[in-house]
Every structure is written in C-alpha cells, then in structure tokens.
C-alpha cells in the first residue's frame, strides 16, 4: 500500500479525480480541480509527481502525453486517514471522533438513521446475524 499518511488536501482530490475517471492525463486533472477552486497546473504536474513518489500513482506515456493512473485503491487510503485522525487527534477513540462529529457538524437525518442502523448491525449478538 502506498504511504498515504502524509497525503494534503489537493493531493487527496487529485486521487478522487483518477477514482473515479480511472486515468487521466495532468490537464484533465487540472480542468476537473478548476471546477471547484482555481489551482495552476504547475502544481498539478508537481502534486503528481509527489504521489509517484509515494506509490500512489503511475503514469504511462501516450505520445507527448503522461496519463495518470491511481495505484492505491480509495478504501486503503480513507482507512489510512482515518486511521491516523484517530490515532494523533482522538487518542485511537472512536467515541471521541464520532461525539465530536455529533456535536460539531450538521450531520442529515437520513445519515443519522444509517447510523443508528449500523451500530444496531454491529451490536447484535453473532447468532443473529
């Protein structure tokens, strides 16, 4: 698995763009980002090659142009994450992430009742499941 701990921001929306396309060149990426917040692709091009570097990502070159593919599936690295926001900010309590989520974001109803259903899922005892 790729190091992911010290993935930043922009870094982790470049993945979500190859996520969910499968491949794309650094320009597709750019244009994809530039939908949302202006960034220059200079720092496309140097975020990718920093994620090449921690394995995240290949590329294969078609012509002139490098097209990226992610190497990390998006389940190891939200595991990784939240993993490490568990272990540095909340001292590896779960309690401790999940109450400061209640208490301090909007969290929907229809999220709330998956919540519910999912610690009811896990609480059942083994022979009812």
């Known amino acids: 698995m790729a190091n ?4 930043g921001k922009v870094q982790l929306q470049i ?5 969910d396309r499968g491949e794309a ?15 220059a692709h200079s720092t496309v091009q140097t975020l990718l090659r920093k994620l090449e570097a921690k394995g995240a990502v290949a590329h294969e070159a078609r012509g002139r142009i490098f097209v990226f593919k992610p190497l990390s599936e998006q389940t190891d ?4 994450a939240t993993r490490d926001l568990l272990t540095r900010v909340f001292g590896g309590s779960v309690f401790g992430l999940v109450s400061h989520l209640l208490k301090h974001e909007r969290v929907p ?15 059942e005892p083994e022979a009812t499941r």
């Open 15 to 19: 993945m979500q763009v190859l996520w």
């Open 77 to 80: 690295v939200s595991q990784t």
């Open 25 to 39: 060149s650094a320009r597709d990426i750019t244009d994809a980002l530039n939908e949302t917040a202006p960034i």
């Open 109 to 123: 109803d229809d999220e709330l009742r998956r919540l519910r259903a999912l610690i009811d899922e896990e609480t």
């Open 4 to 7: 992911t701990n010290r993935m």
